[in-house]
């Protein structure tokens, strides 16, 4: 005799086991998964190899819900590159608590150049301006140079800032993102050694700097007015 009893829903339907079960988070707890999820995959694959579906799959939620917190790819992108940035900046400033400036910079430049190599192709779009030429993307990289531009200068050991400083480090500071980016695509230093290059080179470019400051303030003086005999 044949049962009346129709089989449960849970028996009859696709398990879809390749799927992470749903969590309830707040909105804060969701958006920082979101945006560590963006960070795991755009480090390691282009804008263009990231869909929308395959992030909201990998969160355990619905593509309507993921687009709740970014209208579209790109806000979504846009907000993984800023939140990159603000982690390299923060990792490579944490050095407060070591006492010699030497030391500090090598620290700083040791952990900077750890999170580039971790996250090798977030860095690379953030440092060649993202998606083409994204305003967006493109103001990210210079309030991220304007902080470490910031750091340099108060940290620098000279009792004046003339603007020649502040061009030599602003230099210094392209110089960096420019031998990273050569860097995590060639790999021909260890990191040890790109560090103690970056590191060495700064001192010098300090002092050129005040050199050409104090020849520009002894040109723009002129020459010393005659005493009337």
């Known amino acids: 005799m044949l049962s009346s009893r129709r089989p449960s829903r849970a028996a009859t339907s696709p398990r879809g086991d390749n799927k992470p079960p749903r969590q309830r988070l707040d909105l804060d707890a969701r958006r920082a998964q979101l945006l560590a999820l963006g960070l795991d995959l755009f480090s390691h694959r282009a804008y263009d190899d990231v869909s929308i579906d395959e992030v909201a799959q ?14 579209t790819k790109r806000d979504f992108y846009i907000a993984v590159i800023r939140e990159a940035a603000r982690e390299l900046v923060e990792r490579s400033l944490a050095v407060d608590d070591v006492p010699e400036p030497a030391e500090r910079l090598r620290t700083g430049l040791d952990a900077y150049l750890a999170y580039v190599e971790r996250q090798g192709i977030t860095y690379a779009a ?17 309030e991220t140079r304007s902080r470490f531009l910031e750091k340099l200068l108060a940290e620098a050991p000279v009792a004046e800032r003339p603007p020649a400083l502040r061009m030599a480090l602003r230099g210094w500071i392209g110089f960096v993102e420019a031998t990273s980016l050569d860097w995590i695509e060639r790999h021909e230093l260890d990191r040890a050694s790109l560090r103690d290059l970056l590191a060495d ?13 104090g020849a520009a303030g002894a040109g723009a003086a002129g020459p010393a007015a005659e005493t009337p005999a």
């Open 58 to 71: 990998a969160a355990g939620i619905s593509k309507g819900l993921l687009y709740h917190y970014f209208p």
């Open 126 to 142: 953030i440092f060649r301006g993202g998606i083409g030429s994204d305003a967006e993307v493109l103001a990210i990289i210079e």
């Open 201 to 213: 080179l700064l001192p010098e470019v300090v002092r050129l700097a005040m050199v050409h400051a």
